[in-house]
């Protein structure tokens, strides 16, 4: 006797779904405030994440009522709430990456006078998580939580060359489908050769004009997947010859002092309790 097909819950099925769109509308909506969580408007948030305005302001209504979000009466705007924050924190709070690289990564900035950033991978963008500045790097545009485009920058193309060439080539297939105007195959097959051969990568004006970056990733333990370590500087006292021959070694050095320091204990902050 041939078994039954179990029936299908149409309606609920269909409930389901409803609410998981709902949910991934939220979470675009949420998105829309990063990296500076500056007020926005209705119109604004929908222009950003192209939802139409009418879901818009039922989003924003119930990411309200929910503390996601703070209302400004005065501006009629919304900017993240303490709920959506504790988010991040907790995500942080789970990982000591801030606490232990920031030191040794602002040392490395001030010696070299360059940025140096501590990034992940989200989408079709890398994210800063920490970014440290020497003197001379001031005019280079990454703050924390800057978001950028995953093809143009070092640290993107070593992120995608790092990966089993198979699940690069879905990648591939991801980044032309977001960055249809260019084609980024042959600047992702040498950053990967770049990467076989000394485990770094390097861009030169890509991201901005006369900038040099290159980047590694680096494999922090009880991480929640790799880290990408990059930094960036004037082209003009970075030329490709000095990064390959000077920089990038120095780099790698770095990155196994912090794959090191990721295996010891993890520090405590210091708090002081009020009196």
Not at 159 to 169: E, F, H, I, N, T
Not at 232 to 240: D, K, L, T, V
Request: proline share 7%; hydrophobic share 40%; net charge neutral.
């Amino acid at each position: 006797m041939r078994a039954s097909s179990p029936e299908i819950d149409t309606e609920n099925t269909a409930a389901n779904t409803d609410v998981v769109r709902v949910l991934s509308r939220g979470l675009v909506l949420l998105k829309a405030f990063c990296p500076r969580n500056a007020p926005l408007t209705n119109s604004e948030l929908s222009e950003a994440t192209g939802l139409p305005k009418p879901t818009v302001s039922r989003l924003t209504a119930t990411l309200m009522r929910l503390g996601y979000l703070d209302y400004l009466p005065g501006k009629t705007q919304y900017r993240l709430g303490n709920a959506a924050l504790s988010l991040g924190f907790g995500t942080l709070s789970t990982l000591d990456v801030r606490l232990r690289a920031r030191e040794r990564m602002q040392r490395f900035a001030d010696e070299e006078d360059l940025l140096v950033v501590l990034s992940v991978r989200d989408g079709m963008v890398m994210v800063c998580q920490v970014v440290c500045r020497g003197r001379g790097a001031l005019t280079v545009r990454l703050e924390v939580g800057s978001r950028v485009a995953l093809p143009f920058a070092a640290m993107g193309r070593a992120w995608a060359a790092s990966l089993d060439p198979s699940v690069r080539a879905t990648v591939l297939s991801e980044i032309s489908q977001h960055f249809p105007e260019q084609d980024f195959q042959l600047e992702m097959e040498e950053a990967a050769a770049q990467i076989r051969k000394s485990g770094f990568c390097m861009t030169v004006s890509e991201l901005e004009p006369d900038l040099m970056g290159a980047a590694t990733v680096i494999n922090l333990a009880r991480a929640q997947g790799p880290y990408v370590l990059g930094c960036a500087g004037p082209a003009f006292r970075y030329p490709r010859e000095r990064c390959e021959a000077e920089l990038g070694p120095k780099m790698m050095a770095l990155r196994r002092q912090l794959e090191e320091d990721a295996l010891g204990p993890v520090p405590t902050p210091h708090i002081v309790e009020p009196a």
